[in-house]
């Protein structure tokens, strides 16, 4: 059973930081290609940073200089790390896991930023 399990999210003013991880269960993680996407409400979801099994990264414009995605394959373990957060941040965030046995979510983390 393959499994994604999010945390770190919660409540922060503009200009603070958090950093969100995900942890992977039932999948080769080294192989995986791994990213963090995320829904606001009334929008669709959004990739904001995905990094490949070889350690690539990627980043979605809006967050390029202030989001860093890392992950730690003996943890099987990917992380997020937000930093100048702004209130358009807000969304839920997911974890997803893509290999040749499939792609995966998990069932997400909300980050609030205020004004």
């Known amino acids: 059973q393959v499994q994604l399990v999010e945390s770190g999210g919660g409540l922060v003013q503009a200009g603070g930081s958090l950093r969100l991880s995900c942890v992977a269960s039932?999948?080769?993680?080294?192989?995986?290609?791994m990213g963090w996407y995320r829904q606001a409400p009334g929008k669709q979801r959004e990739l904001v940073a995905s990094?490949?099994?070889?350690?690539?990264?990627n980043y979605a414009d809006s967050v390029k200089g202030r989001f860093t995605i890392s992950r730690d394959n003996a943890k099987n373990t990917v992380y997020l790390q937000m930093n100048s957060l702004k209130p358009e941040d807000t969304a839920v965030y997911y974890c997803?896991?893509?290999?040749?046995?499939?792609?995966?979510w998990g069932r997400g983390t909300q980050v609030t930023v205020s004004s």
């Open positions: 997803n896991a893509d290999h040749l046995l499939g792609s995966w």
């Open positions: 039932g999948i080769i993680f080294r192989r995986a290609a």
């Open positions: 990094i490949t099994s070889g350690s690539w990264t």
